[in-house]
Nanobody
Framework: QVQLVESGGGSVQAGDSLRLSCAHSGRTFDTYTMGWFRQAPGKERDVVAQISWQGGSIWYADSVKGRFTISRDNAESTVYLQMNSLKPEDTAVYYC????????????????????WGQGTQVTVSS
């Protein structure tokens, strides 16, 4: 059974940075595409970024391009989301997720391709 544990959220000021981490266990990490999603209060969960199993394919939502960077360390079974120049509209619960099929990636990402989710970490950005 896959387990995903996010960390690194918090409350910051606009313009600050945060780095989210997601520790993965339960199956072979380096064969699965990973993604970061976020859900703001009263809104649907949206994909923020996606990285393929060896990092060869990376995708970002337009709203975070140039500010967020997704990366992964397959030796540590961890995926990261570096968030710079944070804005109040980035306030949300952030979730990491893992694809259901190995060695597979769809661009742009489709939520239904992800079958495992973390519990989420809150990011709050104040102006």
């Amino acid at each position: 059974q896959v387990q995903l544990v996010e960390s690194g959220g918090g409350s910051v000021q606009a313009g600050d940075s945060l780095r989210l981490s997601c520790a993965h266990s339960g199956r072979t990490f380096d064969t699965y595409t990973m993604g970061w999603f976020r859900q703001a209060p009263g809104k649907e969960r949206d994909v923020v970024a996606q990285i393929s199993w060896q990092g060869g394919s990376i995708w970002y939502a337009d709203s975070v391009k140039g500010r967020f960077t997704i990366s992964r360390d397959n030796a540590e079974s961890t995926v990261y989301l570096q968030m710079n120049s944070l804005k109040p509209e980035d306030t949300a619960v952030y979730y990491c997720a893992s694809y259901g099929l190995p060695n597979s990636v769809t661009v742009p990402p489709e939520q239904e391709d992800f079958d495992s989710w973390g519990q989420g970490t809150q990011v709050t950005v104040s102006s």
